[in-house]
């Protein structure tokens, strides 16, 4: 929902944002750009609370390189023929969206191996599950080793 979970700006304002270095992480996917606002995320930590973003393996390795310290969890389709079959059940892509977003989904799987965990989406609750276990290993890893998890690490 606009200004809740997403906030939309035209095609200047985005590039404004990328010039003023607003956007912890930024990238064109399928012919549309996203991105995550900074100030979004460092006030979540001031105040001691998880960020936690659905982006994509590009916008993942931005903020590898900005937060060093962010818990990196890749979700992986079952197979790439599921993909595909609810990508199409959707309804809502064109051919040529559907047959980019495998491309991009295909190369995505290539570069799993510099997340911190990879959770396979068979079933959603189960997969859930499982992304809120590490996430509460990772506070309670945090919390044994003396680290306080809500440092700003943004630079």
């Known amino acids: 929902m606009h200004g ?3 906030t939309f700006v035209g095609d200047d304002e985005f590039d404004e944002m990328i010039e003023r270095g607003e956007l912890l ?4 996917i399928v012919g549309h750009r996203s991105g995550t606002p900074a100030a979004w995320v460092e006030r979540a930590r001031d105040e001691g609370r998880d960020a936690i973003l659905e982006i994509d393996v590009q916008g993942a390795g931005w903020v590898h390189k900005r937060i060093p310290d962010a818990l990196l ?3 992986a389709p079952p197979s790439m023929e599921e993909l595909e079959r609810r990508l199409r059940g959707r ?11 495998l491309e991009t989904a295909r190369w ?7 997340f911190d965990h990879v959770v396979v989406n068979d079933d959603l609750e189960l997969a ?3 992304v809120a276990a590490i996430i509460h290993g990772s506070r309670a890893e945090s919390s044994a080793d003396g ?7 943004s630079g």
């Not at 680290?147 to 690490?153: A, C, F, G, M, V």
């Open 4 to 6: 809740v979970d997403y």
């Open 25 to 28: 992480e930024w990238a064109e």
């Open 73 to 75: 969890i890749f979700l």
């Open 91 to 101: 309804k809502t892509e064109t051919e040529d969206r559907i047959r980019r977003r």
């Open 108 to 114: 995505e799987m290539t570069q799993q191996e510099w």
């Open 128 to 130: 859930s599950s499982q």
């Open 147 to 153: 680290h306080d998890t809500t440092e700003d690490h």
